[in-house]
């Protein structure tokens, strides 16, 4: 029965924290005592037009929280939670639910429909509640607007919450219908026009099928392109907003309509409210991510072929959206630079002249020269800033060879802006545009780098003056730095940066330590900047980074010793630490991977292994992973001496494993171990049981974001790799895991793409444990722990292949996984193998690849396999040459290839093996004559069929039978044998 | 001011953090380095040919003495034992490498299923050899172990030039035979590519992969600074008439020297293997009938043996066989030591069966054979100069066991009923 809760939900919005907790603490043991009676009485709050508001809203709210959240795992639970619970009052939830619709209060309305497309989002799948869409439109004849606009908010959300393929397409027609009739000119209320434009905006991705219909299509824009007009600012930015959604889910339907939209947006630029103008800019942006994805398409599928046809909408329309952009540059706003989430007319239009740019690439230089030639000098700053942010925002996209000569011109007069221009916009912009000139016009990639030996020292002298600017100015200055040294990362020994190595170091670290180092980025730009600069070095500069490594250690010490601070303080110190740690990462990698300074290096590593650890202390998520990183990059460099400092990194490490909440960390972590297997290789065999143990329970658990589970396959294969056979004992658990996974994946129908990465990402790391375990225990007597397995493998292998849904990792690390198999298991699967249809198929198919990489691993597979097959096929050639010309048939006898019973029945299936046994023939020949030291007889075609059906009829079971036997016994009877030939 | 809509980056802000950036770079060297150390296992132990550095000096002549040791220590042939193989170093390389090649035995019968069951090619006269690349060179060695040259080439690993993809340690070991007069190497069979072991593959397969890949790599393009020798893939015929004819008498771009036999269906093993088998005439090799120390053909056949422990005189067969014998004070007087490889003369040119034994009857020592020589004659060599002597196997005995071999499948069959 329905409790009275307005007060408690009164008191959990009081101001008396006391008071609050006391509620909430209330409210959760209602919850906790009878869940169906508290959901009641919460609707029945809800729907109570009697009721305060507040308590209303949060009665609303409270129910939406009770059936769905974030988290995936717990978003199921709360929708199986909904579901079993008893029709009755389901039912009667739901019908306060709809009452509410015609309660006076809007907020009350609102928030019901948002708990009704919640309700909506778990039931319509499971084909429940399939009256409400019916009942939901029934009310749009209804006359009161509020109830009109409550419906059509309801019908909105409810599309945003369930998939278009829950509601079949009558009913998609009929919401379709009535949202556009709300949406019409002729709609006297603008509550109920706003609340169906936004509806439309949700519903959109229901109107597949009447986008297809050029009627349905042309009325459903036309009232979209109406509302764009509407007095109602909100409605026209609403409007505007569907005008992006279908530019991009609709952009192959909107050739008819482009001129119409180009008048309609150009006039909303120009003239409109800035929220309305901002949509008219996105959705030339959004025509531009279209046009640049089919593009690349072209490019990159060697069939030249893309899904959706190009329009080339931008290049028709270039000529006059080109000018309505460069009108918007000039309205910057005064202080735009100082706020990092700033967002306007004149920032959107320069990121949409951008995105123009890479869309046309050559095309759109002349026609933005004339406005930097015409306002570059101008005496307003807005006009030199627009010009030189124009010039920035052009630089990716056209081909080096348009732009090297402008830039060859304007690089001096940037470097002098930079310097001199009164105006912080200006420099701020210029500097921004220093570092775009050097991302895109300088480096390995380009043919022709516009920096030279003579201009870079220039270049450096002016970026390292313009770091004791203002904040802003120095960030921008610190961004182009950092875009000047990556050119520079794959030079070597001649990088013109050298004789400046210690000047940059000074400069940067003075700018960290800058009182207003925390405005702008600055400190971070300045030590990303530390990090690209130590990227580059090289033999002859890497000294100079070793005395940066005492500087570095010193403030990390210094943060880790910091005592009772405020919590604003705290968050800096954080920040300043994960710097830190990410610089200290950097150094390590860079001074590990050259040789001459790998010695030197390590005589830091005690110290930084201990700064390290006591990072740890440190209760910040963003710490813990860049110190992860650092250490995972110091194992590496630090190899198989690492192992000493694993007694005490152990218990972080495992502490990184258990971090659900923080599942980046987690992430990084399980990364770590694979660094460390490769450091310590069997070393890491006393820590394995707790690491294999925390990676198992991981994987069961259903509350560890999905993205952490492929690496933690990986990392078995790492684990497997490192240990060998070790492993054996983790079998038991891998083994099931990875099965029930890996049928997971191979039946995964993947709806979209993000789900289809996700897949197969999980392959892969599936892939790379099967690898891992194989490898590890090749040559060793337990392979035998292994053949079970093999049949699973290459069913896992074949499901997938017949799938046609793998990416090209996934590919390769299947094609590893079959060489694998064949070379760690060899006789034993290699009739398995041959049966197998990607064993043939897929690594044909892979020998012609574009990919070396494919290529390379589709050789390994097919090498490895022809191995196993010919050596399964000729085992007793192996043995009988073994006698005849070698020393050990009794190692060659024992050995694990031959102790398997079922290699009889797998026998005479391979075709191979008959030819087999007339090489074994040929050996026995030698055999004998060695033995009897006789004259080589004839090599008699005759005696040799006469023996051969002996050999067939004879040696077979001999052999199979002697298995059981026992080695000792095999000697005996094959000497026995000889004699008899 | 408003925030710019979730998916749109302003422009002016970075595209991706640092941060980011040392995250990503930490994954894609955890992803590099798991590739790295499954490529590692994949051919390290599956490898029978793993290698360690070699030190930059190594003498290329050793002492006479420590020749023998090696081919005293031949029991070990078979024993491929890639951890040990990867701890060698220095002269155990040579060793070690002076036990691997495959070495045919001389035809002195024909086999049954020639056409169906075998490949012929004329051999190139000339060096035979393993040619190893790796780490940035090529060093191909002689029967003995010894090196003939250090070079760059386009083989995997050959050069110090970036190569496209691979570890540079993973090596390849091509079976060559570098004839002097086009400065080739003629390659006649491939034993490791790029670090994987084509050791347990059969023939077929090994010539199959011979030739796709050799291509692949430019090895077999012109000499140039970065490719000293040009690796030629020698034409490989299906032993029925037509190939046989072909091998025998067709124009190749090379001297021949008799024809080589491989059986499709034969792994390569290392050391003396019926399996693989050469066969020469006057018409094709200039070399039928071996030559003395001078180069001169003796007058009677001569033979290079071992001297045992027990004054037997040996073939280079696994296991031995004793084809006569010194006596203590012959050894004595021409200071000979265990394991010398002896130059002797066959007086009685009649072999006999002695006690099911071949015994050549009174041999007559010739003298030491030079350093350079690592092994005594196979005795199928010995049958094989004997038989060239006296009654030569002809080509035309070839032709008719593949004649034969065809028409006589079905009594085959029928032969195998009765049996039965």
């Known amino acids: 029965m329905a409790l009275e809760v307005t007060q408690v939900l009164l008191y959990a919005q009081s101001i008396d924290a006391a008071t609050r907790n006391h509620a909430e603490e209330s409210l959760k043991q209602i919850q906790e005592q009878n869940l169906p009676a508290f959901l009641l009485s919460l609707s029945a709050e809800l729907a109570n037009n009697n009721k305060p508001i507040e308590s209303r809203k949060l009665a609303g ?156 299509r ?20 609403a409007a505007f907003e569907c005008l992006v959604a279908i530019s991009s889910t609709y952009y192959e339907k909107l050739a008819p309509y482009m001129q119409d939209i180009f008048n309609i947006t150009s006039k909303a630029v120009r003239e409109d409210e800035e929220p309305v103008a901002l949509q008219a800019i996105e959705f030339w942006s959004s025509i531009c991510d279209e046009e640049i994805d089919i593009l690349d398409d072209y490019r990159s599928e060697y069939t030249g072929d893309s899904d959706v046809p190009c329009f080339y909408f931008i290049k028709q329309a270039l000529p006059a959206l080109v000018p309505m952009l460069l009108e918007t540059l000039l309205k910057q706003e005064e202080d735009q630079d100082q706020d990092e989430g700033a967002w306007n007319i004149a920032m959107a239009g320069g990121t949409c002249l951008g995105l123009v740019a890479r869309t046309v690439g050559d095309e759109i230089v002349p026609l933005v020269m004339p406005f930097i030639e015409e306002n570059i000098s101008k005496p307003d700053w807005r006009g030199r800033e627009a010009a030189t942010y124009a010039f920035g925002s052009i630089l990716d996209g056209p081909s080096p060879g348009k732009l090297a000569p402008i830039v060859n011109v304007a690089l001096n007069f940037m470097l002098a802006a930079l310097s001199r221009d009164p105006n912080n916009h200006v420099k701020d912009t210029t500097a921004w545009t220093l570092g775009r000139i050097f991302e895109f016009l300088h480096g390995a990639a380009v043919e022709t780098s516009v920096i030279t030996q003579e201009n870079c020292q220039q270049i450096l002298t002016v970026l390292l003056q313009s770091m004791k600017d203002v904040p802003n100015v120095a960030e921008k200055a610190c961004g182009a730095l950092y875009f000047l040294a990556q050119g520079y990362e794959d030079e070597g020994s001649v990088s013109p940066l050298t004789p400046f190595f210690q000047d940059i170091f000074q400069m940067l670290l003075f700018v960290t330590h800058r009182e207003d180092a925390t405005e702008s980025n600055l400190r971070t730009s300045a030590y990303e900047a530390l990090n690209e600069v130590v990227r580059c070095s090289n033999d002859e500069t890497a000294p100079i980074v070793m005395q940066l490594i005492p500087v570095i250690m010193l403030e990390l010490h210094q943060t880790v010793e910091a005592q009772k601070l405020t919590s604003d303080e705290r968050d800096k110190q954080n920040d300043l630490q994960g710097l830190l740690c990410g610089c200290l990462q950097v150094i390590i990698q860079k001074m590990g991977s050259i040789e001459g300074s790998k010695y030197a290096f390590m005589q830091y590593a005690d110290q930084i292994m201990d700064l390290l650890l006591k990072v740890f202390a440190s209760r910040n998520a963003t710490v813990h992973e860049e110190a992860m990183l650092a250490i995972g990059a110091l194992a590496y460099t630090a190899g198989p001496n690492f192992a000493k400092y694993m007694p005490q990194f152990y218990q972080y490490l495992e502490m990184g494993l258990q971090n659900f909440e923080e599942y980046q960390i987690c992430a990084i972590t399980v990364g770590v171990v694979g660094d460390l297997c490769r450091a310590l290789e069997d070393k890491i065999l006393p820590y394995c049981d707790g690491i294999m143990t925390q990676l198992l329970k991981n994987l069961s658990s259903n509350q560890l974001h999905r993205s952490v589970k492929p690496p933690i396959f990986s990392c078995f294969g790492d684990i497997a790799l490192a240990i060998g056979e070790n492993f054996e004992k983790y079998l038991v658990y891998a083994m099931p895991m990875l099965q029930s996974a890996a049928e997971l994946s191979a039946h995964a129908v993947s709806q979209d793409d993000e789900m289809l990465e996700y897949t197969n990402q999980l392959r892969n790391g599936i892939l790379e444990a099967y690898s891992g375990i194989l490898q590890g225990f090749k040559s060793s007597p337990k392979t035998q722990a292994l053949v079970p397995y093999a049949a699973h493998v290459l069913q896992f292998i074949d499901t997938m292949y017949g799938g046609r849904e793998m990416d090209d990792a996934v590919m390769k690390s299947a094609l590893g996984v079959l060489g694998d198999l064949a070379d760690t298991l060899g006789s034993h699967v290699g009739p398995l193998i041959s049966q197998s249809s990607s064993s043939k198929d897929l690594i044909e198919e892979c020998m012609v690849y574009d990919d070396p990489l494919i290529r390379e691993s589709a050789e390994w597979a097919k090498l490895a396999i022809n191995r196993a097959v010919s050596a399964f096929a000729s085992i007793p050639c192996c043995v009988w040459s073994g006698l005849g010309s070698h020393h050990q048939p009794y190692q060659v006898l024992t050995s694990p290839s031959l102790n398997d019973p079922t290699n009889k029945q797998q026998g005479h299936l391979n075709a191979n093996i008959v030819s087999a046994y007339a090489s074994c023939w040929l050996s026995l020949i030698n055999i004998r004559n060695k033995w009897s030291g006789s004259v080589i007889s004839k090599w008699s075609l005759l005696i040799a069929l006469r023996h051969l059906k002996v050999l067939l009829f004879w040696v077979v079971p001999c052999f199979f039978a002697l298995f059981h036997i026992g080695s000792t016994g095999i000697v005996v009877v094959s000497l026995l044998f000889v004699y008899f030939v | 001011m408003a925030p710019p809509p979730d998916h749109r980056r302003p422009i002016k802000r970075a595209a991706i953090s640092d941060q980011q ?43 006479e003495q420590e020749m023998s040791e090696a081919s005293g220590q031949l029991a070990g042939r078979s024993d491929f034992d890639p951890v040990r193989a990867a701890r060698l170093r220095g002269p155990e390389v040579r060793k070690w490498f002076a036990r691997q090649l495959m070495l045919p035995e001389w035809m002195v019968d024909v086999p049954p299923s020639l056409d169906r069951d075998w490949y012929v090619f004329p051999r190139p006269s000339g060096k035979r050899c393993f040619v190893v690349s790796s780490n940035g060179t090529t060093i191909s060695r002689l029967r003995n172990g010894s090196i003939l040259h250090r070079f760059p080439s386009n083989l995997p690993n050959g050069a110090r030039a970036k190569d496209v993809s691979g570890p540079a340690s993973s090596y390849s070991i091509l079976d060559c035979i570098f004839h002097e007069p086009d400065e080739t190497y003629y390659v006649i069979d491939m034993v490791c590519w790029r670090g994987y072991s084509l050791y347990d593959c059969t023939a077929e397969f090994r010539f199959f992969w011979l030739n796709s890949k050799l291509s692949e790599t430019g090895a077999s393009d012109p000499p140039s600074q970065y490719h000293r020798y040009r690796f030629n893939v020698v034409q490989i015929y299906e032993c029925n008439l037509a190939g046989l004819q072909a091998s025998y008498s067709g124009q190749v771009p090379y001297v021949k020297d008799g024809l080589l036999f491989f059986n499709k269906h034969a792994h390569y093993q290392a050391g003396n293997t019926p399996l693989a088998l050469v066969w020469k005439d006057n018409v094709c090799s200039q070399y039928v009938l071996d030559t003395d120390s001078k180069g001169q053909i003796p007058s009677q056949q001569q033979v290079v043996l071992e001297l045992q422990n027990d004054g037997n005189l040996t073939t280079s067969d696994d296991p031995p066989v004793a084809l006569g014998s010194l006596s203590r004070d012959l050894i004595a007087q021409s200071g000979l030591r265990v394991g010398n490889l002896v130059r002797v003369a066959i007086k009685d040119e009649r072999m006999r069966l002695v006690d099911g034994k071949l015994d050549l ?7 030491k054979t030079n350093h350079s020589r690592a092994f005594a004659d196979t005795y199928s060599k010995v049958l094989f100069q004997h038989a060239a002597r006296h009654a030569p196997l002809r080509i035309e005995d070839l032709v008719a066991s593949i004649q034969s071999n065809s028409s006589m499948d079905n009594s085959q069959a029928l032969d195998v009923e009765m049996e039965g």
């Not at chain 1, 009558?170 to 919401?175: A, L």
């Not at chain 1, 009325?219 to 909100?234: F, G, L, N």
């Not at chain 2, 009857?361 to 003298?367: A, D, K, S």
């Open chain 1, 61 to 216: 709210l409270i129910l939406k929280n009770a059936l769905d959240a974030k988290e995936l795992h717990r978003k199921n639970d709360l929708a199986q939670r909904w579901l079993s619970l008893d029709l009755a009052t389901k039912t009667q939830i739901k019908t306060s639910l709809l009452q509410t619709f015609s309660s006076p209060v809007s907020d009350a309305r609102s928030t019901a429909a948002q708990v009704i497309a919640k309700v909506a989002g778990i039931e319509l799948p499971h084909n429940q509640w399939p009256e409400l869409i019916g009942s939901l439109l029934s009310n749009i004849h209804q006359v009161e607007t509020h109830v009109k606009q409550a419906t059509l908010e309801t019908l909105g959300y409810v599309c945003e919450e369930v998939d278009p393929q829950v509601v079949d397409q009558e009913q998609v027609n009929r919401i379709l219908t009535a949202v556009v009739q709300g949406m019409n000119a002729t709609e006297t209320s603008s509550d109920v026009r706003l609340a169906a434009t936004r509806a439309l905006y949700n519903a959109l991705g229901f109107a597949q099928a009447n986008f297809t219909n050029d009627m349905e």
């Open chain 1, 218 to 237: 042309d009325y459903i824009m036309r009232v979209v392109c109406e509302a764009t007009q509407s007095s109602d600012v909100k409605i026209r930015q």
């Open chain 2, 21 to 63: 950036r040392r995250r990503e770079v930490a994954l894609r060297l955890q992803a590099d380095r798991r590739s790295d150390a499954q490529n590692r296992a994949r051919q390290l132990a599956s490898s029978v040919l793993s290698l360690g550095p070699e030190p930059a000096t190594e003498p290329e002549v050793e002492p």
């Open chain 2, 361 to 367: 009857g009174e041999l007559q020592l010739v003298g």
